[in-house]
């Protein structure tokens, strides 16, 4: 699947205006600046359109309010963030109907600035915050390139907290992209999984080796 978003609602940059980034078809994109419900409201049916035919009502009906009802917890979670989407696999991979316990979440950062400052940090001194403020203990930081644009990769474990309804740990990896045209303003593609269950196991690996393959796929939507 293609997904083309607009980088930001009511600002533009003179050299990259939104972004594409590519995901199986197993994955659905929720946009959460305009077009949510009618995004939600999609997958919801093509999930209760998978539950067996033959199925009790009694059983169909609490599975599908508890469905919407989590389903729409995360979205709207994602909205408090101020997010601008939300990436979600919604259809089973391969043969045995598995659909991993993964998200991709995009937001975008503007670094604050000076009143009245004429000259703005350059990207590599803000990569170089990046790398070494706000971030998680044990965090394994790198920098780069995406799509020519100046990016710090930052991986962790994230530990559960069931008091925010964070029942497990998961494992986190996020692309912080310098947008170019405007060096305080950032691109953030973060991705989570808990794997089979635990964050370090076989399938958290490939997860985030198949997360960092998507992200080789990343290119500026330019004006």
């Known amino acids: 699947m293609t997904a083309e978003q607009r980088g930001a609602a009511g600002q ?3 050299s990259a205006t939104g972004y594409r980034l590519l995901l199986p078809s197993q994955w659905a994109q929720i946009p959460l600046r305009q077009g949510t419900e009618e995004a939600v409201e999609e997958v919801l049916q ?3 359109a998978r539950l067996p035919a033959d199925a009790p009502p009694d059983k169909i009906g609490p599975y599908k309010q508890e469905l919407a009802r989590r389903f729409r917890g995360s979205v709207a979670g994602a909205r408090e963030r101020n ?12 043969d045995e109907e598995f659909i991993p316990g993964a998200s991709i979440l995009v937001t975008e950062t503007m670094l604050p ?5 004429k000259t703005r940090t350059p990207s590599n001194e803000i990569a170089v915050q990046l790398l070494t403020e706000d971030s998680p203990a044990h965090a394994d930081l790198s920098s780069g390139e995406v799509d020519g644009a100046l990016a710090v990769r930052r991986e962790h474990i ?3 907290t069931p008091d925010r309804g964070v ?4 494992r986190r990896v996020e692309y912080i992209v310098s947008v170019p045209g ?12 808990i794997g089979g269950g635990d964050p370090r196991d076989e399938l958290a690996e490939a997860l985030v080796e198949w997360f960092d393959a998507v992200m080789a796929t990343f290119r500026w939507r330019r004006s």
């Open 158 to 160: 994230a530990a559960a």
């Open 46 to 48: 093509q999930a209760y």
């Open 83 to 94: 997010a601008l989407d939300l990436y979600l696999p919604v259809r089973p991979v391969g």
């Open 113 to 117: 600035t000076q009143k009245g400052e």
């Open 167 to 170: 029942v497990a740990a998961s």
């Open 182 to 193: 405007d060096p305080n303003r950032w691109f953030v593609a973060a991705f989570s999984t």
């Open 12 to 14: 533009e940059s003179a």
